[in-house]
């Protein structure tokens, strides 16, 4: 999957499933990902996304992509 990648404030794999159905209902089940591992906790989505779009879908359920990361 070609993708852009956010920062956000997403923490643990008990935020990732409360942001799950906001993300699956903007992106696609399976088009997008968090990285726990990753200190800036980046998630992936396709590269037709903006931050934008990314906000809004994470606004949803109280969480925030920071910022757009580029080349990372």
Not at 26 to 37: H, K, P, Y
Not at 45 to 58: F, G, M, N
Request: aromatic share 6%; with cysteine.
């Amino acid at each position: 999957m070609s993708n852009k990648k956010f920062k956000t404030n997403i923490k643990c794999s008990a935020c990732v499933a409360k942001v799950a159905p906001a993300l699956d209902e903007t992106f696609g089940a399976g088009n997008w990902a968090v990285d726990l591992q990753h200190p800036d906790r980046l998630l992936a989505v396709p590269d037709t996304a903006d931050l934008t779009i990314v906000a809004e879908a994470l606004a949803k359920t109280g969480y925030q992509a920071v910022e757009e990361l580029v080349n990372r």
